[in-house]
C-alpha cells in the first residue's frame, strides 16, 4: 500500500507532462511563441490551389440578420502563375463536371489574394479573400467585402492539367 502511495503521490506532484519546471522547457504550462507568418505570395504563385468556398445566397425575408437561406459552395482549382495569369477550372455541381479551364487574372497584396473567373458567379466581381497560411500546403479565409469562408490546400507546381 505504501508503495501505491508513493507512485500516486509522484503522478501528482510531477503529473503526466514532467517535472514542475516542464514549463520552461516547452513542456505543459508553457507559452508557445506564434508560429513565423508565412508569405502568401511566396506560397502560392507558382503553384495549384485547391479550394471550396461557401457564400450566402440570401437572408431570410422574414428574420434579417438570422443567417442564409442557402449556402452556395463554390468549389474551383486555380493555378498561380508568376505573370499574374491564373488557369482556372470550377466543377459544375448541376452536371456533376469540371467546366473547362478559364484563364483569367489574379492579384495578391498583402494577405488578400483577388481571383475572378467568370464561372464563379459573382457578377464579374473577383472572390477577394484574407489569406491564413496554417503550414505548407494548406490555408482557410474569409473573404473580403463578400460573405465567404474558404478553405483548401497548396499543391507544388501546375497540377490537374491546367
Known sequence: MRIFLALFASVL???PWGPADAASEGG???????????????ALVGNTIAVRAHMPQS?????????AESVKTLIFMAWLGSDGTARVR?????????RP????????EGDVLCLNAPDF????KPLCTLM???GPRAFFAEGVGLHVMVRGDIRPGNQGNL
Open 28 to 42: 505543459h504550462g508553457s507559452v508557445r511563441q506564434p508560429a513565423p507568418k508565412i508569405d502568401v505570395r511566396q
Open 13 to 15: 506532484l510531477v503529473g
Open 59 to 67: 437572408e431570410p425575408k422574414d428574420q434579417p440578420g438570422r443567417g
Open 132 to 134: 491564413n497560411i496554417i
Open 101 to 108: 479551364v478559364q484563364t483569367t487574372r489574379y492579384t495578391i
Open 121 to 124: 458567379g459573382l457578377a464579374g
Open 90 to 98: 470550377v466543377w459544375d455541381q448541376a452536371s456533376g463536371r469540371d
